[in-house]
């Protein structure tokens, strides 16, 4: 028979888990889990996957061993899509490789193309700017217009004044240096030649936007928005699924143990 000893403790709080180092303790659990193990493939930066995992420890707090579960999931998720965006990358270019020759419209440096038209649609600013300058037929107007001119268009400009007359072809215009043959020149060779190059370029961006579309068959894209739906659904229950059991402990509080019924020795007779 249990002795009355035993029962000292009427009623018994358990203490709140630890908080402190609590997201690296636990971080260093779960990226030596099963799921990272298995999810980072050959060739991907684990560090970036541990860097992601960490993030949502942090955030998230899990705890107990479900909790952790839903945690590797929504790391899982996101990890997923991101390699699917890498995988349809490369599906794009080796597909527009393999349908047109080099593919040289897939490897165009954007960032200096938009450079470059950020520069002529500059240019062609100033050249405005510089007509209106002329408009005002003061004595510096010529000076100052031309001041403003982009580099490009003054040595052109330059190079119209130099010309001798027997050099002009026939039905071209002999340009003197005043204010009257440069506002001409602007508008008549400057202007339309900015013109034409920013066509050019909305020319080119729609036709490398064309070739991208053409790249990959629709069965594939098919597939990749497929993909892309599940990861989705897979990231939004990890999610739900964690926010609802953090919302049921945090309701509960802190685990009440009852205090054990314990029975009283019977008394012996004497």
Do not use: C
């Amino acid at each position: 028979m249990p002795d009355d000893t035993a029962n000292t403790k009427n009623l018994e709080i358990l203490p709140p888990p630890r908080q402190d180092n609590y997201g690296s303790s636990r971080f260093n659990a779960l990226r030596h889990g099963l799921t990272s193990q298995y999810l980072i493939l050959p060739g991907e930066d684990e560090n970036a996957y541990n860097t992601l995992l960490e993030a949502l420890v942090a955030e998230q707090k899990p705890q107990g061993p479900t909790e952790e579960h839903y945690v590797e999931e929504l790391a899982g998720a996101i990890w997923l899509k991101a390699r699917l965006r890498r995988v349809e990358r490369a599906g794009f270019i080796r597909s527009h490789n393999e349908t047109s020759g080099k593919g040289a419209l897939a490897y165009v440096d954007v960032e200096r193309e938009n450079e470059e038209q950020a520069d002529v649609e500059t240019a062609r600013t100033t050249t405005q700017e510089a007509l209106r300058t002329l408009d005002e037929k003061s004595s510096s107007a010529y000076s100052r217009s031309l001041s403003a001119l982009d580099e490009g268009i003054r040595a052109s400009w330059d190079a119209r004044l130099s010309k001798k007359a027997t050099d002009h072809e026939k039905g071209t215009i002999s340009y003197r240096a005043d204010s009257n043959s440069l506002k001409q020149f602007l508008e008549t060779e400057a202007l339309p030649f900015y013109d034409r190059r920013l066509r050019e370029f909305e020319r080119r961006s729609q036709v490398r936007e064309q070739a991208f579309g053409a790249a990959l068959p629709p069965y594939r894209l098919q597939q990749l928005a497929r993909q892309e739906v599940h990861l989705d659904r897979m990231r939004d229950k990890a999610l739900v699924m964690l926010l609802e059991l953090q919302n049921r402990r945090r309701a509960a509080g802190p685990m009440i143990m009852s205090p054990a019924k314990t029975s009283k020795k019977p008394r012996q007779r004497k």
